[in-house]
């Protein structure tokens, strides 16, 4: 279903985008899916990102083949000290560079997710009245979100209670787009590239692109737990590079386990092949990993991380639980034993876990990049 202006069937389509936003995966992943989507509608299609001069999007980016262009610059701290009077200095100076950016490349839209890079570039093209879209992943705004609500065109969010937190924002319910592979790997297919057998149970711990110390040291104190309970179980763990070695010694302590499989690595691109392949995912609640899970269909064991900005991680995460497609664990609560009580439940109980990949995927948005697309069509 097409939802506004079918994009597959207009002869109008072709157009040129800018995409800004950085220094996370949170924020750079949903614009890989987007800018996939534009150029799966029009091959023609120019799209360059513009971001931050040392965020992940520098990898990220040219790896899935987009020119990306820099601005220097520093992020605002939560709370006032000299620091913030040089980071306000910065992205001073970034605006007339963005500016410069935005005369130069002439888009037909410019589409941003958050992190300084992109406050500055929309804020330079709501100045030259440029059609601009704002995609809020969290069910808080963030600072730059609640900065310029007012000014660009259209507020995209992903959770309906966003909009009662932005009066006078000119907000619509889209979701988050994701990349392709997330909407098409089957399970079958994830499970036999994972080599994960027909009757494990397979658990995916993820932090995030930066990993999350609080999961890897959980996962350090399940494994000797699952080990001994000596059920078919699969763990796949996404731990970063400084937890690597310990993961690895862990990997090296449990090989050739009869019943327990845990395979440590620092970061995969290909995250949907891990969550097509899981029973159930264990990570943090920001809003790009949730929209991720829900449009695979994941049962989730959410621990937000607690000092998110407005502990934004807890309201996505309380959406999830109240919906029935996560259990939400407090980063205090957190341990081996903990963790071993909530995989037993869900192992105990297949039905329960079923019900919450139903819930999981209601709460998904697989046509967001389309409804996106559709609305740059429509105010350009």
């Known amino acids: 279903m097409c939802r506004g202006v079918c994009l597959r069937k207009s002869r109008r389509w072709t157009m040129d985008l800018v995409l800004t936003g950085g220094g996370t995966g949170g924020h750079i992943c949903p614009l890989l899916g987007l800018a996939d989507t534009a150029r799966s509608l029009d091959p023609s299609t120019q799209v360059t990102f513009i971001g931050e001069a040392s965020g992940l999007e520098n990898r990220l980016v040219p790896a899935a083949g987009y020119p990306l262009r820099a601005l220097k610059g520093r992020p605002l701290p939560r709370r006032f000290s000299p620091a913030s009077i040089r980071a306000l200095l910065t992205l001073a100076a970034a605006v007339p ?79 988050s787009p994701v990349r392709a592979p997330f909407l098409t790997v089957s399970r079958e297919t994830a499970r036999a590239q994972l080599a994960v057998g027909p009757e494990d149970f397979c658990v995916l711990v993820f932090g995030g692109s930066q990993a999350a110390r609080t999961l890897n040291l959980a996962v350090e104190q399940v494994l000797p737990l699952l080990a001994a309970a000596g059920r078919p179980l699969c763990v796949r763990h996404l731990c970063g590079e400084t937890f690597l ?7 090296a302590q449990y090989a050739g386990h009869p019943s327990l499989a845990y395979r440590p690595e620092a970061y995969r691109d290909d995250l949907w092949t891990l969550l097509s392949a899981a029973d159930v995912v264990v990570c943090r609640a920001g809003g790009s990993s949730l929209s991720e899970l829900s449009v695979v269909g994941v049962p989730a064991i959410l621990v937000p991380y607690p000092f998110a900005t407005d502990d934004h991680q807890a309201r996505n995460a309380a959406s ?61």
């Open 97 to 175: 560079r963005a500016t410069a950016l935005l005369r130069d490349l002439a888009p037909s839209a410019v589409i941003g997710t958050g992190g300084y890079a992109s406050a500055c570039v929309l804020y330079a093209a709501a100045r030259l009245r440029l059609p601009t879209l704002l995609i809020e992943l969290n069910a808080v705004p963030g600072r730059t979100t609640r900065a310029l609500a007012r000014r660009v065109t259209r507020v995209c969010t992903q959770f309906e209670e966003t909009a009662t937190h932005l009066p006078g924002g000119r907000c619509e319910l889209t979701g």
């Open 245 to 251: 070695p310990t993961a690895e010694g862990l990997a």
């Open 320 to 380: 999830f639980r109240d919906r029935g497609a996560a259990v939400v664990v407090p980063d205090r609560e957190l341990s081996g034993t903990r963790l071993v009580q909530e995989l037993t439940a869900l192992l105990d109980d297949p039905q329960r876990g079923e019900t919450m990949r139903r819930q999981a995927l209601s709460a998904g948005f697989p046509e967001a990049a389309e409804h996106l697309l559709s609305l740059v069509l429509a105010l350009t």
